[in-house]
């Protein structure tokens, strides 16, 4: 994870707002840029967790709204009050690729819901990209950068970008990515 949030030993880790495990530890990374969050999943459950498992934070309250009304989620009382995580798994029968999986923890269940492929972009300068940036390709929307970093060596930039159309076709070796930035000029 990005952020610890709210969580906690002892937080709840919920399938379907059922009660599957819970956190067992935290600790930086090696290059304490995120977290990581220990969890065990009771072994009655354990099947409820492969390849295609997405987690996400699942503490506190959300609110959304717009002209119709307000909508409030919450995935439990009991994630209210003491934080937690909860996780969906969309496909059966998916492998696991390591004994001890990894998983990102997404901050919401609507950032795990989101479709895409996930690639990385190095370029020479972040001027003005951020989380959030799209990316465009013939003018249509087919991504966003998730997150910007500096490469080990402090030469250049590395984009953690999401491809949500044509992932087929963009998300692939060799395809050229350039930022694009406003100019002005007296013409």
Do not use: C
């Amino acid at each position: 994870a990005d952020t610890l949030g709210s969580l906690e030993v002892g937080s709840p880790v919920m399938y379907r707002q059922v009660k599957v495990g819970s956190v067992q530890s935290y600790q930086f990374a090696r290059n304490s840029k995120r977290i990581l969050i220990g969890v065990h999943i009771e072994k009655e459950y354990a099947h409820l967790v492969n390849g295609s498992s997405r987690f996400w934070n699942a503490s506190g309250i959300t609110l959304s709204g717009d002209l119709s009304g307000i909508k409030v989620k919450s995935e439990s009382l009991q994630t209210l009050m003491a934080g937690g995580v909860a996780f969906d798994t969309p496909k059966a029968d998916v492998p696991l690729k390591r004994r001890i999986p990894r998983f990102r923890l997404h901050d919401s269940q609507e950032a795990a819901d989101r479709a895409g492929t996930l690639i990385t972009i190095r370029v020479d300068r972040a001027d003005g990209l951020k989380p959030g940036t799209p990316i465009r390709f013939r003018g249509l929307e087919v991504g966003s950068v998730e997150s910007v970093d500096l490469t080990s060596d402090l030469q250049a930039v590395l984009l953690r970008a999401r491809i949500t159309g044509a992932q087929d076709r963009i998300a692939r070796a060799g395809t050229r990515f350039w930022v694009v930035k406003p100019a002005f000029g007296l013409v």
